[in-house]
């Protein structure tokens, strides 16, 4: 099975919407990466049901510590950092997006976090 996993700072203190909207940058670009780059495992997620889970971390240097293990995993990730349009100053790292890609790979990364 396939999931993608999209890891949210809680530390900002961002509205409810502000978290949605990072959330899901974090999910279009994490699957736009792993089309390009891991096309077998894009198309059984998508024809899957698209598999997600939100979790949480509480500081920037825990979300890129995640992203730096699921990138030396060879698991498509990216980081998003806002625009800064809005709550939050430009540049500000709110998320991380990892897959889609197998459950037990990504688990071994993030099976200790908590759901958002």
Do not use: C, N
Not at 41 to 48: A, G, I, P, V
Not at 92 to 97: H, K, L, Q, R, S
Request: glycine share 6%; charged share 25%; hydrophobic share 45%.
């Amino acid at each position: 099975m396939l999931k993608q996993v999209i890891v949210v700072r809680v530390d900002l203190d961002m509205s409810k919407g502000k978290v949605a909207v990072q959330a899901a940058h974090a999910a279009v670009s994490a699957a736009l990466t792993a089309m390009k780059h891991y096309p077998d495992w894009f198309r059984e997620w998508l024809d899957s049901g698209q598999k997600k889970v939100v979790l949480k971390v509480s500081s920037e240097r825990e979300l890129i510590d995640i992203y730096e293990k699921a990138r030396s995993s060879g698991l498509p990730a990216v980081v998003i950092a806002d625009a800064g349009l809005t709550e939050l100053p430009p540049g500000t790292i709110t998320a991380v997006g990892i897959g889609p890609a197998p459950d037990e790979r990504i688990d071994r990364i993030t099976g200790h976090l908590k759901t958002l």
